[in-house]
């Protein structure tokens, strides 16, 4: 997974500069993001790995599955992956390119975690306190796990706050445990 990340990476920079520089950031978010789930599909994996097309008609095919606005710097993006064989990387590259995004514009994701589903006050109020305490705007990727049997567990970057039962239970019998 290293070797993709690394691999990706100047692609990245390098699209996150032009589009720094054109003040195009959300622009080319949601192209890479297309660009991504075009190249993440099933059908298109199935289709680089089992035949062997020449690159311009892997461009054509490509492209004929992407917008028909797509931008002529995007298109020739995905030619220049297509010419270094590099075309798989682009979730990756939509990965990296919206870290450089979220840096850029104070911005960090947050994955919370509930045992149940919350309600839109509750969100916000949830949001509202962890940007007070990260002192950043949070995009918060909120997902349900029943096994959490109630609260709440939320990842910022490497930190973890866990204030859930579930967590608290198991604190509780590591300290039991412990003594």
């Given at each position: 997974m290293a070797e993709i990340a690394t691999l990706a990476r100047p692609y990245a920079e390098a699209v996150f500069r032009l589009a720094?520089?054109?003040?195009?950031?959300?622009?080319?978010?949601?192209?890479?993001?297309?660009?991504?789930?075009?190249?993440a599909h099933p059908d298109m994996q199935e289709c680089l790995a089992k035949f062997d097309l020449t690159s311009t008609?892997?461009?054509?095919?490509?492209?004929?599955?992407?917008p028909a606005d797509l931008s002529a710097e995007a298109r020739n993006?995905?030619?220049?992956?297509?010419e270094y064989d590099r075309l798989?990387?682009?979730?990756?590259?939509?990965a990296q390119f919206e870290t450089l995004?979220?840096?850029?514009?104070?911005?960090?994701?947050?994955?919370?975690?509930?045992a149940f589903a919350l309600e839109g006050a509750q969100l916000a109020g949830l949001v509202a306190d962890l940007e007070k305490r990260f002192k950043r705007k949070?995009?918060?990727?909120?997902?349900?796990?029943?096994?959490?049997?109630g609260g709440v567990r939320v990842v910022v970057g490497d930190e973890v706050i866990d204030a859930s039962v579930r967590?608290?239970?198991?604190?509780?019998?590591?300290?039991?445990?412990?003594?």
């Open positions: 720094d520089t054109g003040a195009a950031l959300a622009a080319w978010s949601g192209t890479l993001r297309t660009l991504a789930q075009v190249a008609q892997l461009r054509e095919l490509f492209l004929s599955l992407c993006f995905v030619g220049l992956l297509i798989t990387l682009l979730p990756e590259i939509h995004k979220n840096e850029r514009e104070g911005v960090v994701d947050a994955q919370i975690i509930t949070i995009n918060p990727q909120v997902s349900i796990d029943r096994d959490l049997i967590g608290k239970l198991n604190a509780m019998a590591a300290g039991l445990l412990a003594s």
